[in-house]
């Protein structure tokens, strides 16, 4: 029997003002037990992935400004995947899908250098570049930063760091990628997100745009035929 996947959706905040101003996909598979995230997402059919991210967003078209969705490296070297992308962009237009580029590591290994003829194709088809989980992994400052002249956007996800946003080495990590994205005039996207706590602390720090469970959890995005039973969790 082949894993069924479908995508979640998380709201992306400015508190600000208050607003939704977009949502990731998430995508998850349906186990025993219920939706989990798969073991490696590198791993998930690559015609798969892309006929789901095509179905979701003509469903997503015209309800917000921006939508994301997690593309590995290996996925980005994909041409179906790379297809399947250009697609949704025309389906959500005027919506800007964002590509998050994520610092999971497949069987191939790649230098950063090789993806950016890919990342300008995207460009050029109106999408807008993210580059995820800063700090973390593969993804520090010298890693990436020839790719910060293509981004429009960073993430910072405090759920890869047990410590949380509390742990001085962790704000220590904020300021920096604070400043980076000033310098460059990236949005920063503060992810992680957990409690009343940690949405004070971010105030502090200045950064208004913000993920997590705090504001809203990731919720089934279900497709046309989905049974009812796909709602548990």
């Known amino acids: 029997m082949q894993p069924i996947y479908r995508y979640f959706v998380q709201p992306q905040l400015d508190v600000r003002r208050r607003t939704v101003f977009g949502y990731e ?10 939706w989990r995230l798969p073991a490696s997402f590198a791993s998930i059919d690559t015609q798969v992935m892309s006929k789901l991210l095509v179905a979701t967003t003509k469903i997503l078209g015209l309800k917000v400004q921006y939508c994301s969705v997690n593309v590995s490296r290996e996925q980005l070297m994909d041409t179906t995947v790379e297809n399947a992308i250009i697609q949704s962009q025309t389906q959500l237009y005027p919506a800007k899908l964002v590509v998050e580029l994520t610092e999971e590591k497949g069987p191939q290994r790649y ?17 807008q570049i993210s580059l995820d989980d800063v700090g973390t992994g593969i993804n520090d400052f010298k890693s990436i930063q020839e790719l910060l002249p293509l981004a429009s956007e960073l993430k910072f996800a405090l759920q890869n760091f047990r410590t949380g946003i509390k742990d001085p080495k962790i704000q220590q990590k904020l300021h920096f990628w604070h400043a980076i994205s000033h310098e460059y005039g990236l949005r920063l996207i ?21 993920q997590g469970y705090y504001y809203g959890k990731p919720q089934l995005l279900r497709l046309p035929g989905d049974p009812v039973d796909f709602d548990r969790s």
């Open 190 to 210: 503060l992810e992680g997100i957990e409690d009343q706590e940690d949405a004070e602390l971010s105030s502090s720090f200045d950064i208004f745009r913000r």
């Open 25 to 34: 996909l998430l995508i998850k598979q349906l186990t025993p037990e219920g």
């Open 111 to 127: 230098v950063d250098t090789d993806f950016i003829p890919y990342l300008r194709h995207f460009i050029e088809h109106g999408m």
